[in-house]
C-alpha cells in the first residue's frame, strides 16, 4: 500500500534482481506510474485520512529501462534505501 499511490508521477520500487542472494540481490528502480504493466487497485478507505489516496500498487511484466536502476549497479537497492533514511 502507498499512501498516495493515486497522486503518484513514479514510485521507488526494491525489488529481487537477484533473489538467492538475499538483501544483496535487490535493486532499486524508479517506476513511472503510466508505464504498461503498472496498475492501482481501488482507493482504501483511511480513518481520519479522507484526503490520502491509499491504494495497492501492482506490477506485472513491467519494462524498466537500465537508466531507471537508481544508483546504476544492480544489487544495491537495499544500499540505497538504507542510505535515505540514515
Known amino acids: 500500500m502507498d499512501y ?3 497522486k503518484a508521477d513514479w514510485f521507488f520500487v526494491l ?3 537477484k533473489k ?3 538483501y544483496k540481490g535487490m535493486s532499486a528502480f524508479i ?3 503510466g508505464w504498461d504493466g503498472v ?3 481501488k482507493k482504501e478507505t ?3 485520512q479522507r ?3 491509499t491504494r495497492s500498487v501492482n506490477f506485472e511484466d513491467v519494462r524498466v529501462p537500465v537508466e531507471n536502476l537508481v544508483g546504476g549497479v544492480e544489487g544495491k537497492g537495499w544500499f540505497n534505501a538504507w ?3 540514515i
Request: aromatic share 4%.
Open 31 to 33: 517506476v513511472e506510474s
Open 39 to 41: 496498475s492501482l487497485g
Open 83 to 85: 542510505s535515505l533514511l
Open 4 to 6: 498516495r499511490a493515486g
Open 51 to 53: 484526503a490520502s489516496d
Open 20 to 22: 538467492s542472494a538475499g
Open 15 to 17: 525489488a529481487y534482481t
Open 46 to 48: 483511511n480513518m481520519g
